[in-house]
């Protein structure tokens, strides 16, 4: 019913994220896995499952490196992020994050 009285696609965004909260409180990890994957491709972003470990380098050092010099006052009182689109798929990855950390500790 949610996602048939859904306006626009945030509203749906809204419906998935309870639906896959849902879906980890049951233990359903997998289902959980494939729907945030499935949302983030609707957003335009892909998840690719050859990762090269020094591509993951690389990433994570040039991340560090917009971060050098920036205090965790900075980080937390900087200015808000405005682009929905680009909150909604970090809200996503971090879910996917989240999911693929307890499953590897299984």
């Not at 491709?41 to 998840?47: H, K």
Request: proline content about 1%; charged content about 25%; glycine content about 4%.
């Amino acid at each position: 019913i949610l996602f048939e009285n859904a306006k626009c696609f945030e509203d749906r965004l809204h419906g998935y994220l309870v639906m896959i909260q849902s879906l980890l409180s049951f233990q359903k990890q997998g289902d959980a896995m494939k729907k945030i994957i499935f949302i983030l491709e609707e957003l335009g972003e892909s998840i690719s499952i050859d990762v090269d470990p020094n591509d993951v380098y690389a990433e994570v050092a040039s991340t560090k490196s917009l971060l050098d010099g920036c205090s965790v006052d900075d980080v937390i009182n900087g200015k808000r992020m405005t682009d929905n689109k680009l909150r909604w798929t970090l809200k996503f990855l971090i879910l996917l994050c989240h999911v693929l950390y307890t499953v590897s500790n299984s």
